[in-house]
């Protein structure tokens, strides 16, 4: 829609007249061309850009010319920034125009966007003097009209989606249970005194719990892990690291079947536990111990490890007493899955008595309510019975937001901002609330914050929409199915996104379908276009008088009339 403007031609073709005695004449457009035509609305601006062309002769020596563009509509006017335009011999700070030579000249123009506009005309304005004397010159008229779909953006925003804080609930959590029987040197015997430990204690103990509540507790198979310390012959290690595999793996059975519980045990075992030798002496305070992880860096061969390590004398000593003795060792790993309630049991127990639901529970059941009246009383019902928790507040400041009552919105989201400063789903949300009330540089400021919330783009996108950055705005929105994403596709010429999108919303209203007809006109489709905008006036009356004026539908003027 944008082409080079050129609001001012004083040029050629009985474009100025000039006076027989050298005074300034008046000015035409006759070849005046005007792009965009009609005008667009950027954001909350409307830009234009002047090119002047004086011709030979015209700017007298001693004349000066200062040009205000205006654009005048019903209830008002408004006016950009002059220029100044000078003879050869005036004394001041405009652009000099030579009087034998003429030449061309550019000015811009930007105008704050206001409703009234899209019925409007564009006018340059002349304070024009030839020495002292004021010359009387009539304002010009030299374009017509804005085109103000991007000033949609000020009602689409109220259908973004505001940022919900999540829950962590997990119907089934995995956990594990280890415990660790440790060995004498060249034994494989469970000694009575490690089977009193308080790991092979507590192992026993839960799956003493796995049988006593199988509905809340589920064991998915035990791991037994045997090992042998890195010293001595490689044959007898390994040797020695199955038999103390079998006798773990003969307790954890043992066990199993004192509860009657059937579930895989999976066994394996380490002839020569190095990786845990490695481990060990990188936790220890052995004063050499970067000498020794250097050894075992340098040598792969087992037997010439431990032959360069018992070389060490001064150290060896250390390890034989604080680190080969806890290598020689079983790992007994129960695996299980801690089971909550399912969503039926969840609704029930709130319908029964909510304050038996954890925090994480009331946030996830709110999430199964289909109804937003619903949601709400899961919200406030998590607020009472878990004050301190922000998300709740939050979640409820988004369901006001939605219902349109920003007041009551902005009261919670500063409930849930006291309790959690720092909360990216509040400052996300403060920046819709902001946004939607027409603030985007408080927007823009709550939104910094709002970073990791779900909803940061597309607040972000109508962040960008409001500001006219259509690009970015289509880019940030790309995932959404909103107005404000159809309308940023449609502004970004991506006809083709915009009907994708339009034709996802779920839950369309007034202006998802003026939106449609918007594109409809775009896209030369009157039949598609009349239909929509009499769903849209219906769902909306008030978007007959706006129809009526835009400019988007100037093509099919007739056809808009008859249908409104």
């Known amino acids: 829609m944008r082409k080079t403007i050129a609001f001012l031609s004083l040029a050629a073709m009985g474009a100025v007249v000039l006076s027989s005695c050298g005074k300034l004449g008046a000015l035409s457009a006759d070849n005046v061309k005007v792009t965009p035509t009609p005008l667009e609305a950027v954001g909350n601006e409307v830009p234009a850009t002047i090119s002047a062309t004086f011709p030979q002769k015209y700017m007298q020596k001693k004349a000066s010319v200062t040009v205000t563009p205006v654009l005048k509509f019903e209830g008002g006017e408004v006016t950009s920034a002059s220029s100044t335009f000078q003879g050869e011999k005036v004394q001041g700070n405009g652009t000099v125009v030579s009087y034998k030579a003429g030449g061309n000249y550019t000015m811009r123009a ?152 059937a579930t895989p045990v999976d066994t394996k075992f380490t002839a020569e536990d190095w990786d845990g030798f490695q481990q060990l002496v990188s936790e220890s305070n052995i004063q050499d111990k970067d000498v020794i992880l250097r050894v075992l860096s340098m040598y792969q061969d087992p037997a010439e490890r431990e032959a360069q390590i018992r070389n060490m004398s001064v150290v060896y000593d250390e390890l034989a007493k604080g680190i080969l003795p806890e290598l020689r060792r079983a790992r007994l790993i129960a695996n299980y899955d801690v089971i909550g309630r399912s969503d039926e049991q969840i609704q029930a127990q709130f319908q029964a008595d909510a304050t038996q639901l954890s925090i994480e529970e009331l946030l996830y059941g709110a999430k199964l309510q289909e109804e937003d009246l619903q949601k709400q009383q899961w919200y406030e019902k998590a607020t009472q019975v878990y004050p301190g928790d922000a998300r709740a507040y939050n979640n409820l400041a988004g369901l006001f937001f939605k219902n349109g009552d920003l007041s009551t919105a902005h009261n919670y989201l500063q409930k849930a901002r006291s309790l959690n400063p720092n909360n990216a789903e509040v400052a996300t949300n403060e920046a819709l609330i902001a946004l939607t009330q027409g603030n985007v540089n408080d927007a823009e400021a709550a939104l910094a914050k709002g970073a990791g919330s779900a909803a940061y783009k597309e607040v972000l996108g109508n962040i960008n929409l409001a500001k006219g ?96």
């Open 469 to 564: 950055n259509y690009a970015a705005a289509a880019s940030n929105l790309a995932d959404s199915y909103t107005n404000s994403a159809a309308l940023a596709s449609i502004l970004n010429k991506d006809y083709a996104k915009a009907k994708v999108i339009l034709a996802e919303i779920k839950n369309p209203d007034a202006y998802t379908h003026y939106l449609t007809a918007v594109l409809a006109a775009r896209t030369n489709e009157p039949n598609t276009l009349t239909e929509n905008l009499k769903k849209a006036v219906a769902l909306n009356p008030a978007l007959a008088k706006r129809a009526a004026q835009d400019l988007e539908f100037a093509k099919y003027a007739a056809q808009v009339a008859s249908s409104l």
């Open 110 to 261: 930007n105008f704050p966007y206001q409703e009234g506009m899209m019925k409007s005309d564009l006018y340059l304005r002349f304070d024009a003097r030839m020495g002292d004397k004021v010359v009387q010159l009539p304002d010009l008229k030299v374009g017509y009209g804005v085109i103000a779909t991007g000033d949609l953006a000020r009602y689409t925003v109220a259908g973004a989606n505001p940022a919900v804080a999540e829950d962590a609930y997990q119907r089934i959590i995995k956990q594990k249970q280890e415990a660790q029987i440790k060995y004498l040197v060249n034994q494989a015997n469970i000694r009575a005194s490690e089977l009193k430990s308080t790991s092979v204690q507590d192992f026993s103990r839960i799956l003493r719990e796995i049988n006593d509540n199988q509905e809340k507790l589920r064991l998915q198979n035990i791991e037994v892990s045997a090992y042998a310390s890195p010293e001595g012959r490689y044959d007898w290690n390994e040797q020695l690291a199955e038999k103390r595999q079998n006798s773990s793996a003969a307790y954890v059975n043992d066990q199993l079947k004192k509860n009657r519980i």
